[in-house]
């Protein structure tokens, strides 16, 4: 490629083969875990990407690649390796992928490409703001339903866009779970499972189609459970199980395992609650048991041991919890670092005052609370800023 760049300096397809290069090759040293290096690669494409489409205006393709690798760019710095997240440079990288969305509809406005990829960047800076607090990523998710809702009806019944709908659905009901505003999340996470059944229906080889629909289940059963409907939440874990099983069985990825072993654990607890004494018993132990075995698992992130120590300090029966193994799990060193994040923190601090340590607890709580944006006028507080109040105030 230097060769030819070199040859054929004025070459504009030559000059974006090679932007492109960059950016999948940032990609695999992301997923390798070089992130010095990634980081580097994907600035140089990100730089060539710039000054291509400053120099071509009105090619809504060369502004389509620069809106693609400013939203890699974004996916990676807010967490495509799980724990490291930079959420205000993750954001403000999707607002540059929505300014060349913009001036791609701006060049060709027959495309469907830029308006479909302007619903997904919202739908994702809708997540990144959910992280922090729900009320500020509502309006993303809404923003991003009116224009997934604006595509051709052709375009919406394709599957990679019915997926995409599905996620959003998925996201925009745990964000209005967090608030309190029950009924219109379990409506959107409703519509996601519909769109998740219809393509899984579709597709029952197909892996992916299998785990979107298993994460669909999984996070209506959680909404119901934080609602406290405790049979609707087993039911929906239930339906999580067996797809994750056969999953896991045909060699699945860490975080299955992990979807899998939380799935038990959840619905165990909560069937202990409702009088299935020895069959919650036994799910909620298994859950735990293999949620530990996975932590020794080469790479293991850091969120891996955060849900650890907290199913360690929320199962049910109660003889099972630990909370002198819960501390020591997320005390630890780890290589990804300490427990910065907000809901990091929020863990750590429950591990301290669980063993008596109030004064430390209630420090950790207050620095996080520290973290959150402010509060917005009349919007309800989300389950982290509670969490991390009540903790603060003992």
């Known amino acids: 490629m230097r060769a030819a760049r070199t040859r054929f300096p004025a070459d504009r397809d030559l000059e974006l083969t090679e932007a492109k290069l960059l950016s999948s090759r940032s990609v695999i040293l992301f997923s390798a875990g070089k992130v010095p290096a990634a980081r580097a690669e994907i600035l140089r ?22 809106c693609s690798q400013h939203e890699l760019y ?5 967490g495509m390796l799980e724990d490291a997240r930079e959420p205000e440079a993750a954001r403000a990288e999707l607002r540059i992928a929505r300014g060349y ?25 809708g997540d990144q703001w959910a992280g922090t607090d729900p009320s500020l990523g509502l309006p993303y998710f809404e923003e991003a339903r009116r224009q997934f809702a604006a595509l051709p009806e052709k375009v919406r019944a394709e599957r990679p866009t019915r997926r995409l ?7 925009e009901g745990w964000a ?70 056969k999953l896991v069985a045909s060699g699945a990825s860490a975080p299955m395992r992990r979807a899998l072993s939380e799935s038990y654990l959840r619905m ?34 850091r969120s891996a041991v955060e849900q650890a120590a907290e199913a360690l300090m929320i199962v049910r029966p109660e003889d099972l919890r630990d909370f002198p193994r819960a501390l020591r799990l997320i005390t630890a060193p780890h290589p990804d670092g300490p427990a910065e994040a907000p809901d990091s923190v929020a863990i750590l601090g429950k591990a301290y005052w669980n063993n008596g340590r109030k004064k430390e607890a209630a420090e ?14 009349g919007a309800k507080p989300s389950l982290l800023r509670q969490r991390l109040t009540e903790l603060a105030a003992e």
């Not at 202990?272 to 949620?291: C, F, H, K, V």
């Open 165 to 171: 709908m599905g996620s959003l659905g998925r996201r």
């Open 101 to 125: 969305a913009q001036r791609a509809i701006e060049a060709d406005g027959t495309q469907v490409r830029p308006r479909r990829a302007l619903a997904v960047l919202n739908m994702k800076e």
């Open 176 to 245: 209005l779970a967090n608030v309190g505003r029950w009924d219109e999340a379990i409506a959107a996470t409703q519509r996601a499972v519909e769109v998740n059944v219809f393509v899984a229906e579709m597709e029952p080889a197909n892996q992916r189609a299998q785990w979107d629909l298993a994460t669909i289940y999984k996070a209506l059963a959680e909404i119901y459970e934080w609602r406290g409907w405790r049979r609707e939440s087993v039911e929906y874990f239930a339906k999580v199980i067996p797809i994750v099983e």
């Open 268 to 301: 165990g607890s909560q069937q202990w609650d409702l009088g299935q004494r020895a069959e919650g018993r036994a799910n909620a132990a298994r859950g735990l048991r293999t949620m530990l075995e996975n932590l020794g698992a080469p790479d293991t992130p």
């Open 74 to 78: 974004s996916d990676a710095v807010a």
């Open 45 to 66: 494409g990100l730089a060539m990407i710039d000054s291509m489409a400053a120099r071509y205006p009105g090619e809504w393709t060369i502004q389509m690649e620069a």
């Open 364 to 377: 950790l709580a207050r620095r996080g609370l520290g973290q959150l944006p402010p509060l917005q006028a």
